[in-house]
């Protein structure tokens, strides 16, 4: 696990436990796979890290599904969509 620091899609610096997920096609985004924060049964959720955005989110057990997950939403949907729901967000340290 390793520690990234981000600016959540409300703008709010939060920092995440969790491993980056690389997808073909879009190196120059990094996903993190990360706990869900945000469900009280837990789980876990793929944010796009400069925007903040989470992407795709799973229920607790299924993690090794998140990036076939990733991806599949990814194709569905088409990077030039992604780039215009990210928008130009400054990159998170």
Do not use: C
């Not at 879009?26 to 925007?51: C, M, N, P």
């Amino acid at each position: 696990m390793e520690k990234f620091l981000i600016q959540n899609e409300f703008g709010q610096p939060q920092e995440l436990l969790g491993e980056e997920l690389v997808v073909p096609g879009f190196e120059e985004l990094q996903f993190i796979l990360h706990a869900w924060l945000y469900d009280k049964r837990g789980g876990w959720a793929v944010t796009e890290r400069s925007s903040g955005k989470r992407i795709t989110s799973g229920p607790a057990g299924t993690e090794h599904t998140a990036l076939e997950q990733l991806e599949r939403q990814l194709k569905l949907h088409g990077k030039d969509a992604l780039m215009r729901v990210l928008g130009q967000g400054r990159l998170s340290s």
